[in-house]
């Protein structure tokens, strides 16, 4: 992040310039009106006599340029500051008015230059030539201060020093305000580009969080989708090429190959209409849960009717998982079967799943052709990609020895239980 020094202040808005104008001129309209009623009343008294066109000339050179004080701040500090002492010089120029612009002059050089070091920098050289230009009064005048030059003082202090420092003080005050109030502007509006910025981030990390999650929700649904109909078409499609084979000579084989073809065509569309009933409900969620590891009996019993022989087995002691966990686990399962019976050829296959001490493990193994499925295809992908939302890996390859085949391997992370003397205690 720059430094506050580095932050360039925007120019001001056309609408801003037009404001600008409209106070601008205000101000010299006042500014001329209040040096005729000056004049008039005699107010304006320098000790020698000037015209009227000379007091109104000074009075709006001096005022004129604010109309100019966010657009060309430096410029209008340095124009005002060369009017306002050419005006005192000439003895001729009107006080009011004329301090209230070089007030708003600092201000403005302080609130509005884009460069705020060289800002700073011409600030206090005008404000140190104010300074010196009263010193330099005050020399030129103070052979002429007689005795009796204060002759309604009543003060304790000496009335010439008194008359001095309350002249200093009072030009500490104003200059002192309107270079500090010109630093907490630009401070201001740069803490509010700050906020703006910050605003902006947050609003492009928003953005990009909704589009990720876009992306990751259709990776979710393009998964599922792919789980559920590549392996209930892969039955049906086994299923209903036994039927053909038996249809003229063994009708109850193919009765029952057609039937668990209807079997699972009715379990894909059931899960295909769970998703897309997800897909319309954004607000409510899915009744109907995901299969778990508790159905890869079930998922085995329907590859046993393809022609498939399948090998069940579960070690260690069962636990209550994760939803994810146990959907997840499911899923990988249900991706290795239905690879072994597309590509594989397969006669037999043998899922284990192992509860162990801080992982669940999903061993699918078949003893059909193997091949070089370990580099391609959506559903190693799918797996991985579930297997890693869990913090889990899946390692897929060939076969070694006389058996060939294909294996899959899954080990998912487990949340290690409390200790039963713990939970007890805690219970208690």
């Known amino acids: 992040m720059t430094s506050l020094d580095d932050w360039r202040r925007p120019g001001p808005t056309p609408r801003q310039r037009r404001i600008d104008l409209v106070i601008g ?5 006042a500014a001329l009106l209040y040096v005729m009623l000056a004049r008039s009343v005699g107010q304006i008294v320098w000790g020698v006599e000037r015209s009227a066109f000379e007091h109104l000339a000074f ?3 001096v005022t004129f340029p604010l109309v100019w004080r966010r657009s060309h701040p430096d410029v209008l500090m340095i124009v005002t500051a060369v009017v306002f002492i ?11 008015f004329a301090s209230g612009a ?3 002059a600092i201000y403005a050089a302080g609130a509005w230059s884009p460069d705020h070091t060289r800002s700073r920098w011409l600030r206090v050289g005008v404000i140190g030539a104010m300074f010196g230009w009263l010193a330099i009064t005050w020399l030129i005048s103070y052979d002429g201060i007689g005795e009796d030059a204060f002759p309604d003082g009543t003060g304790e202090l000496p009335p010439l020093l008194s008359a001095l420092v309350s002249q200093v003080l009072m030009n500490v005050v104003v200059f002192g305000f309107s270079y500090f109030f010109g630093e907490i502007a630009w401070l201001a509006a740069r803490r509010e580009a700050v906020l703006v910025d910050q605003a902006e981030e947050l609003r492009q990390a928003k953005v990009a969080a909704e589009a990720q999650a876009v992306v990751s929700e ?3 649904i393009a998964r599922e989708l792919h789980d559920v109909v590549a392996h209930h078409v ?5 299923q209903a090429a036994a039927a053909r084979r038996a249809m003229d000579r063994h009708a109850d084989t193919a009765r029952d190959s057609l039937t668990a073809v209807e079997e699972s065509a009715r379990t894909a569309v059931d899960e295909l209409q769970r998703m897309l009933g997800a897909l319309r409900t954004a607000d409510e969620p899915v009744t109907a849960p995901s299969p778990g590891v508790e159905r890869v009996e079930e998922l085995l019993d329907r590859v046993s009717d393809a022609g498939l022989t399948p090998h069940f087995a579960v070690y260690g002691t069962a636990t209550d998982l994760p939803a994810s966990t146990s959907q997840t686990a499911y899923r990988i399962v249900q991706e290795a079967v239905t690879n072994a019976l597309k590509h594989a050829g397969a006669s037999t296959i043998d899922v284990r799943i192992r509860y162990l001490t801080r992982e669940l493990e999903i061993d699918v ?5 193997g091949a070089t499925r370990t580099t391609g295809g959506m559903g190693l992908v799918g797996m991985r990609e579930r297997a890693a939302l869990l913090g889990g890996t899946v ?6 020895g006389d058996t060939g085949g294909f294996r899959v391997r899954s080990r998912l992370p487990l949340a290690i239980p409390a200790p039963r003397e713990s939970q007890e205690k805690v219970a208690s």
């Open 395 to 400: 390692e897929a390859a060939n076969r070694t």
């Open 365 to 369: 193994a078949d003893d059909g052709r």
């Open 86 to 96: 050419a005006g005192q010089v000439r003895e001729a120029q009107e006080i009011q």
């Open 234 to 238: 892969s039955v049906m499609g086994i």
């Open 218 to 220: 259709r990776l979710r």
């Open 102 to 104: 070089i007030f708003a």
């Open 25 to 29: 001129l205000v101000v010299v309209a």
């Open 59 to 61: 009075a709006f050179a």
